[in-house]
């Protein structure tokens, strides 16, 4: 396959259905959700979702996000305590993901890399709910782009990164957060990301008695290896662009691409108006430009740790990191 026999549909119902073929057929599609463009198949095959991790070159200890319809079908792959359904009754559907303990044979096991956690989350977007009430699975998806490059926030990341690779994406635009989802565990961030940390957890005073009655086992059922697995996606150098990248520049230098933010103009702005919302959907974008453009390296402006913020500065600094 070449780059061109990638097919990009756009949202309808035409589109849908015939990504539910696909997936039927045990194949993956590239669908936007809320958050970046994913890479979906069916959770419950183990063939499907090798599919994606061939796709993407991915190493196969990282465990994909599981997406479904709703918390009903969320507590058939999972089990849930009272601070999950709380959560879930707050952001569902929404940019967070909750790593639960999986309900034995809910999904296939290469999906949680062997855990015996999962990580799942109700999208909101429209593709992603139409394609999972068409399939009628749960649909591992991770984020749409070759393993350890910058994530898709548009259908012409997808191709640009996968092409060749996979026979289809479904075209609904940008997506709006621009972020991967939150990832949660207990009352721990694994990933931060659009839902901000103090939103989560208004009333967590972080004292042992908040964490009592979690369903955690944080070492218990992993051998006493969780440092290695705790978050296995945050590897340093994710995300990364094939440029060197460099943070907090307030002024660039003739070889770099300026990535500015609020009153710091740059080549492109996330934001002019200094809307961190704005800077965190408009990002990965900002990012394939820099990548694309004829300068070798990249700046990027300072952007503030508030609220969103936050990931923004995560994703930077792992874009950042060289090994
Ligand atoms: O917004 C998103 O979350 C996007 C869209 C497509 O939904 N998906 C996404 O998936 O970012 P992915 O596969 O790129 O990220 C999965 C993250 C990784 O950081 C992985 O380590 C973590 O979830 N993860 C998955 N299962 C886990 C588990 N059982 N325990 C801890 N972390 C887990
Ligand atoms: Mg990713």
Known sequence: MTATDI??????????AEAARVIAAG????????????LAADATSAAAVAGIFAAKGRPSFNPLIVHVADLAAAE????????????????????LTLVLPVREGAVA?????????????????????????????????????????????????VVASLGGRIALVIDDGATKAGLESTIVRGRTV????????????????????????????????????????????QLASHYAPRKPLRLNATTASADEYHI????????????????????????F????????????????APIPSDGIGAAINDRLTRAAHRD
Not at 116 to 132: F, G, K, W
């Open 27 to 38: 194949g993956c599609v590239a669908v936007p959700t809320e958050t970046v463009y994913g």
């Open 109 to 157: 096991s290469l999906v949680t890399a062997g855990l015996d956690s999962v990580a799942i989350r109700v999208p909101r977007h429209r593709a992603m709910q139409a394609l999972l009430a068409a399939t009628g699975r749960p649909l591992a998806a991770p984020s749409a782009n070759a393993s350890g490059t910058i994530s898709p926030t548009l259908a012409a990341h």
């Open 190 to 233: 694994l990933r931060p990301g659009p839902i901000a940390e103090t939103s989560l957890f208004p009333r967590n005073g972080g004292g042992p008695e908040s964490q009592a009655h979690t369903s955690e086992t944080p070492t218990s059922h992993l051998g006493g290896n969780t440092s290695a697995i705790v978050a296995p996606g």
């Open 7 to 16: 097919r990009v549909l756009p949202y309808g119902d035409a589109a849908i």
């Open 76 to 95: 058939r792959v999972a089990v849930f305590d009272d601070d999950a359904r709380d959560l879930a009754a707050r952001f569902w559907p929404g940019p």
């Open 285 to 300: 974008a900002a990012l394939h430009v820099a990548d694309a453009s004829d300068r070798p390296a990249i700046g990027v």
């Open 260 to 283: 500015g933010f609020g009153a710091i103009q740059g080549d492109a702005t996330l934001s002019d108006s200094g809307d961190i919302v704005e800077a965190a959907a408009n990002l």
